[in-house]
């Protein structure tokens, strides 16, 4: 039972990750296929209880759940007060995401 579990959660995240891919290759031509290839791959994971990875997670909005390209349809702040963070916001829902920065302080502090 536990060996068939692995080999569902291995499958499953082969799937996510070519669906983020196609959303990505999609993404210029036709928006809502790239969003419902995102749709896709959270549902996917909801399924086989999988998170998504981090560096996946980071680029989809949860107001509207398109996928985020710097740039394109998100902009980029770096805001540099008490705590240093990231801050991306989604253009179309004007949806705002933070991310510490502390990681990269420390590594700097330890050279």
């Not at 499958?11 to 809502?32: F, T």
């Not at 989604?90 to 700097?108: A, G, M, Q």
């Amino acid at each position: 039972m536990n060996h068939e579990r692995q080999i569902t959660k291995r499958i499953a995240r082969e799937r996510i990750e070519i669906l983020m891919e196609l959303a990505q290759k999609s993404l210029k031509e036709d928006p809502d296929l790239a969003k419902r290839y995102v749709t896709l791959a959270r549902k996917i994971g909801m399924k086989c209880q999988l998170g998504l990875p981090k560096n996946l997670k980071m680029f989809i909005c949860k107001g509207c759940g398109n996928l985020l390209v710097p740039g394109t349809n998100c902009r980029v702040r770096l805001r540099s007060d008490n705590n240093s963070r990231v801050v991306l916001t989604c253009l179309k829902c004007n949806t705002v995401k933070r991310f510490p920065l502390t990681r990269e302080k420390k590594l700097r502090k330890q050279k």
